[in-house]
């Protein structure tokens, strides 16, 4: 019998991670915890051959912990099932003894066969990782070359404006843009604005001779016509996520102030003292509900335009969400910049 310990801050997870793993004979789920603190004193306690962890829990320092229970546990099996998936974040915990990473996102099917593939004395990788993996490994060190006016077209789309605001811009016509979109997709191999966009967030070369830091991309930002500063709040018990959100908004205008919060008493303490225009919630706050939290915010702050954001879409908090004040409900995988500029330019006025 394979002894499972299951470790997420977040119990509609690990009601689905045990479900999922009720389907596999000779498994048994002997212990489910929330935070780092529970899982070291459930493997102490429990000694179990598999642990099923996702290393944004609180009071968990990835790298470090992972070092840790690899040291005190070296017969262990331990697979990541993550809704991150940046590659330096996966190379690193491999780096520290995981023998496997799981995407959320992927089919249950995929899970128990990660999970068959780790108690084997494979390693796992989700498929969609594996393949960005491989390809970065294939690729060639060089970029396409462009012509500057295609540069200002694709520094433009990758700030997330559309066809008419690139023309007005650049004081061509939307016909023309259309041509260079054409030309300068095919250039890039890609077929769409979506992936054109992606391509330059892997290679951030194709804009320049050096890579695009920070500080450049600003300058590749132009103001919104706004008539004065947007208060945006994010509501989300990750930190780092918190963090590259707050970076993504700053890039797309600088002239929005970003306020942070992880959980919902921080949120309504924020919306009482600046009253935010904009607010981003996740659906899931550890123990809290992102759905609660948007009741309670509308109430305070009536006028918030309030978008939630989760990596579990699911059609109930689809529902309940828009019946509790949401505006709308988006998959923080397409949370990109076009879709955040988009967000924002609704709410400029």
């Known amino acids: 019998m394979n002894r499972i310990l299951l470790a997420d801050d977040h119990s509609v997870v690990r009601y689905g991670l045990r479900t999922a793993l009720s389907e596999l ?4 789920v002997v212990a489910e915890v929330g935070s780092g603190a529970e899982l070291f004193r459930a493997l102490a306690k429990y000694r179990p051959d598999c642990l099923l962890v996702d290393v944004t829990m609180p009071d968990f320092e990835p790298i470090a912990a992972i070092r840790e229970i690899r040291a005190q546990y070296p017969d262990m099996r331990i697979l990541v099932v993550s809704a991150y998936d940046d590659d330096v974040y996966v190379q690193g915990l491999l780096s ?4 496997g990473y799981h995407l959320k996102d992927q089919p249950l099917s995929d899970l128990r066969l990660a999970v068959q593939r780790v108690m084997a004395g494979e390693r796992w990788l989700s498929p969609p990782l594996l393949d960005r993996l491989l390809s970065k490994s294939n690729q ?15 520094k433009l789309l990758y700030l997330g404006y559309d066809n008419q605001n690139i023309a007005n811009q650049m ?15 095919r250039r890039l191999g890609v077929l769409s604005r979506l992936e054109a966009v992606r391509y ?3 290679n951030p070369l194709i804009l320049e001779t050096a890579p695009v830091s920070q500080a450049k991309l600003q300058e590749y930002t132009i103001e919104m016509p706004v008539k004065s500063q947007i208060a945006v709040l994010i509501v989300d018990d990750n930190g780092r996520y918190r963090q590259q959100l707050s970076q993504m908004i700053a890039n797309i205008s600088p002239i929005v102030v970003v306020y942070e919060a992880q959980n919902v008493r921080q949120a ?35 006028q918030t335009r309030i ?13 309940s969400g828009l019946e509790h004040g949401a505006s709308a409900f988006i998959d923080k995988r397409d949370l990109d910049a076009i879709t955040i500029r988009q967000i924002l330019a609704d709410i400029a006025y």
């Open 96 to 99: 520290v003894g995981v023998d």
């Open 200 to 202: 330059v967030h892997d």
């Open 140 to 154: 060639q060190p060089s970029v396409p070359m462009l012509t500057e006016r295609q540069r200002q077209i694709l």
């Open 171 to 185: 004081g061509i016509s939307v016909k023309t843009v259309e041509n260079h979109l054409t030309r300068l997709y």
């Open 25 to 28: 004979e000779e498994t048994e």
């Open 307 to 319: 978008i939630l954001i989760s990596a579990y879409p699911d059609r109930e908090f689809h529902r």
């Open 268 to 302: 309504l303490t924020i919306s009482e003292q600046v009253q935010p225009k904009l607010a981003f919630i996740d659906v899931l706050l550890g123990n809290e509900n992102g759905i609660q939290c948007t009741s309670l915010l509308k109430k305070r702050s009536p």
